[in-house]
């Protein structure tokens, strides 16, 4: 295929070659997605690559520890996707000027409230984390120009804090009343392909799984966020009433973790104690390569993901269901989460409460005992799940690639305060100040006007009528021929000046539209507005947008 030409360089977080998790996944199926597009990828990581066929570059680079080598990709690329970038980096692309796009995938603040010991920190401790946190996440969403999230549940979310940092500006609003060139939903995908039967892992492979028990497999890492005891809980009750039933873990401990979580040790120490491993609980040791994780889920008959009651919950999108989702699984899962109710609401599986293990039990048993009814919904999940193809899922992503470009916020646009350094600096000798605002703001923006300045000369735009006694004689007065102001009350201004000055007390702009008519015919160097926080700023903007 002809390259397109823009160059797009992937940041990964995680390893994308070998044994890799949900976020490696990703970063690698965005990498095969865009060059089938036709574009030019580079697809970075601080991990180890392992032997790969990919058609593009797949390279090690440790820009956490050394910042200064993402310089080089930086500079080569036409945009850049990335998955929770450092502050150093976010300045990096912002000093380089590429486009970013910011994957937004994981909710890292609720996922933390979970998985860190809040209980255990003293409020100073939890401040000082939880603020950094934020602080991290904002760097990430102010350095962005399009952003990616998994679900409309997460874009909802996301949109509020893109308000504030003024990403959804008002000039894109007629051609995308949506804000979709903000801000896209793009779920975690599953290859178009059917997962292909291999080798088993399971039956006759694990000692007490046999090649006629039902398969209730757990795909992934135990992390704290998730509700790990309740499925052995229920494997309790179906020992001896179920006996065909196994539950096994398939990888609990993540690639790009050093040490198992604190769920997989409370499960240990739980089927440990009920003399449930071995028998019908069972532990896959070894972390499922990325290229051999089919096998695991053609070979299974349900997949299992539970939770808690909580936020972290609500937002996630659970990156092992759809897994089970390609492998045609049946999914038992709590309510709740924002594929929940897309298994209910299409006959993918059986929700069941939190805290559940009596109602999951019964679940169990009657998949166990009805196989036309798995049939049945396996052949549902075919149908159903084509819509997190990645070629589907990763759309917005490539279409951004086409025609990338920075997307600054409206804050950026607003008038600048000056500072007191330009104040200093501007050192004028010939002021025109117009009464643009009621009596006491502009007499106050006069005062500190001619406390600034005060050997300039300043002529004063009044109204016909309007006291100058406000203003104490301290400048020469030119009346307007009538009360509002309009181009030709500009005829009785004459000369140049160093600067006009105007007041605005309010940020309505659209209320001193006159105004800003009236002193863009004036013969001025510099223009500023005493404004409704009574700092001056700088309106030349408002002649010259940029």
Same mark, same amino acid.
């Given at each position: 295929?002809?390259?397109?030409?823009?160059?797009?360089?992937?940041?990964?977080?995680?390893?994308?070659?070998?044994?890799?998790?949900?976020?490696?996944?990703?970063?690698?199926?965005?990498?095969?997605?865009?060059?089938?597009?036709?574009?030019?990828?580079?697809?970075?990581?601080?991990?180890?690559? /392992?032997?790969?066929? !990919?058609? +593009? @570059?797949?390279?090690?680079?440790? #820009?956490? &520890?050394?910042?200064?080598?993402? %310089?080089?990709?930086?500079?080569?690329?036409?945009?850049?996707?990335?998955?929770?970038?450092?502050?150093?980096?976010?300045?990096?692309?912002?000093?380089?000027?590429?486009?970013?796009?910011?994957?937004?995938?994981?909710?890292?603040?609720?996922?933390?409230?979970?998985?860190?010991?809040?209980?255990?920190?003293?409020? /100073?401790?939890?401040? !000082?984390? +939880? @603020?950094?946190?934020?602080?991290? #996440?904002? &760097?990430?969403?102010?350095?962005? %120009?399009?952003?990616?999230?998994?679900?409309?549940?997460?874009?909802?979310?996301?949109?509020?804090?893109?308000?504030?940092?003024?990403?959804?500006?008002?000039?894109?609003?007629?051609?995308?009343?949506?804000?979709?060139?903000?801000?896209?939903?793009?779920?975690?995908?599953?290859?178009?392909?059917?997962?292909?039967?291999?080798?088993?892992?399971?039956?006759?492979?694990?000692?007490?799984?046999?090649?006629?028990?039902?398969?209730?497999?757990?795909?992934?890492?135990?992390?704290?966020?998730?509700?790990?005891?309740?499925?052995?809980?229920?494997?309790?009750?179906?020992?001896?009433?179920?006996?065909?039933?196994?539950?096994?873990?398939?990888?609990?401990?993540?690639?790009?973790?050093?040490?198992?979580?604190?769920?997989?040790?409370?499960?240990?120490?739980?089927?440990?104690?009920?003399?449930?491993?071995?028998?019908?609980?069972?532990?896959?040791?070894?972390?499922?390569?990325?290229?051999?994780?089919?096998?695991?889920?053609?070979?299974?008959?349900?997949?299992?993901?539970?939770?808690?009651?909580?936020?972290?919950?609500?937002?996630?999108?659970?990156?092992?269901?759809?897994?089970?989702?390609?492998?045609?699984?049946?999914?038992?899962?709590?309510?709740?989460?924002?594929?929940?109710?897309?298994?209910?609401?299409?006959?993918?599986?059986?929700?069941?409460?939190?805290?559940?293990?009596?109602?999951?039990?019964?679940?169990?048993?009657?998949?166990?005992?009805?196989?036309?009814?798995?049939?049945?919904?396996?052949?549902?999940?075919?149908?159903?799940?084509?819509?997190?193809?990645?070629?589907?899922?990763?759309?917005?992503?490539?279409?951004?690639?086409?025609?990338?470009?920075?997307?600054?916020?409206?804050?950026?646009?607003?008038?600048?305060?000056?500072?007191?350094?330009?104040?200093?600096?501007?050192?004028?000798?010939?002021?025109?100040?117009?009464?643009?605002?009621?009596?006491?703001?502009?007499?106050?923006?006069?005062?500190?006007?001619?406390?600034?300045?005060?050997?300039?000369?300043?002529?004063?735009?009044?109204?016909?009528?309007?006291?100058?006694?406000?203003?104490?004689?301290?400048?020469?007065?030119?009346?307007?021929?009538?009360?509002?102001?309009?181009?030709?009350?500009?005829?009785?201004?004459?000369?140049?000046?160093?600067?006009?000055?105007?007041?605005?007390?309010?940020?309505?702009?659209?209320?001193?539209?006159?105004?800003?008519?009236?002193?863009?015919?004036?013969?001025?160097?510099?223009?500023?507005?005493?404004?409704?926080?009574?700092?001056?700023?700088?309106?030349?903007?408002?002649?010259?947008?940029?």
């Amino acid at each position: 295929m002809t390259r397109l030409g823009r160059k797009i360089a992937i940041f990964g977080t995680e390893p994308v070659t070998g044994n890799i998790g949900g976020l490696g996944i990703r970063q690698l199926e965005a990498a095969r997605l865009l060059h089938r597009r036709g574009f030019i990828v580079r697809l970075i990581t601080p991990y180890p690559v /392992t032997a790969h066929r !990919e058609p +593009f @570059a797949v390279e090690q680079r440790h #820009i956490f &520890s050394n910042p200064s080598l993402a %310089d080089e990709p930086l500079g080569w690329a036409d945009a850049v996707y990335v998955s929770q970038p450092t502050p150093i980096f976010a300045q990096k692309c912002a000093a380089r000027g590429v486009p970013v796009v910011v994957d937004l995938l994981a909710l890292l603040y609720f996922e933390e409230l979970e998985h860190f010991p809040v209980d255990t920190m003293n409020p /100073t401790q939890q401040a !000082e984390h +939880f @603020a950094g946190r934020i602080a991290r #996440i904002t &760097s990430q969403m102010e350095m962005g %120009d399009f952003f990616l999230c998994a679900s409309g549940r997460e874009r909802d979310y996301y949109l509020g804090i893109l308000t504030q940092l003024g990403k959804l500006r008002p000039d894109l609003y007629h051609q995308d009343p949506l804000f979709e060139s903000v801000i896209g939903v793009a779920p975690f995908g599953i290859p178009s392909r059917e997962p292909k039967r291999g080798k088993d892992m399971f039956r006759g492979k694990i000692p007490g799984v046999g090649k006629k028990d039902f398969i209730i497999v757990w795909g992934g890492s135990l992390w704290n966020w998730y509700d790990c005891l309740t499925p052995v809980k229920a494997m309790k009750r179906l020992l001896k009433t179920c006996p065909r039933a196994k539950l096994v873990f398939a990888g609990h401990k993540h690639p790009a973790t050093s040490k198992p979580t604190e769920a997989y040790a409370e499960v240990m120490r739980y089927v440990t104690r009920e003399k449930l491993l071995g028998k019908n609980v069972f532990f896959h040791a070894d972390w499922v390569p990325y290229e051999e994780h089919e096998h695991y889920l053609t070979e299974a008959d349900a997949g299992i993901a539970t939770f808690r009651d909580h936020i972290e919950n609500r937002f996630s999108f659970r990156i092992r269901m759809v897994d089970y989702l390609w492998g045609n699984l049946p999914v038992l899962t709590n309510p709740g989460n924002t594929l929940s109710g897309f298994i209910e609401d299409n006959g993918l599986g059986h929700i069941f409460p939190f805290g559940g293990d009596k109602a999951l039990a019964e679940r169990i048993a009657h998949m166990a005992s009805h196989p036309a009814e798995n049939k049945a919904m396996r052949k549902r999940i075919k149908e159903a799940k084509k819509i997190f193809h990645w070629d589907h899922a990763l759309k917005p992503l490539a279409d951004f690639c086409k025609n990338p470009a920075k997307r600054l916020s409206i804050f950026s646009d607003t008038l600048p305060h000056l500072s007191f350094y330009e104040l200093n600096r501007a050192a004028p000798k010939k002021i025109l100040f117009l009464r643009s605002s009621p009596m006491k703001h502009t007499a106050d923006g006069f005062s500190a006007l001619r406390r600034l300045y005060p050997d300039a000369a300043i002529d004063i735009v009044l109204q016909p009528g309007v006291d100058a006694a406000p203003f104490g004689g301290a400048g020469a007065v030119i009346r307007l021929a009538q009360n509002g102001f309009t181009d030709t009350g500009t005829e009785k201004v004459k000369g140049t000046y160093d600067l006009l000055v105007c007041c605005f007390n309010t940020n309505d702009l659209l209320f001193y539209r006159n105004v800003i008519a009236f002193a863009a015919q004036t013969n001025a160097k510099a223009f500023w507005a005493f404004n409704v926080d009574y700092r001056f700023v700088d309106i030349k903007g408002l002649f010259h947008p940029r």
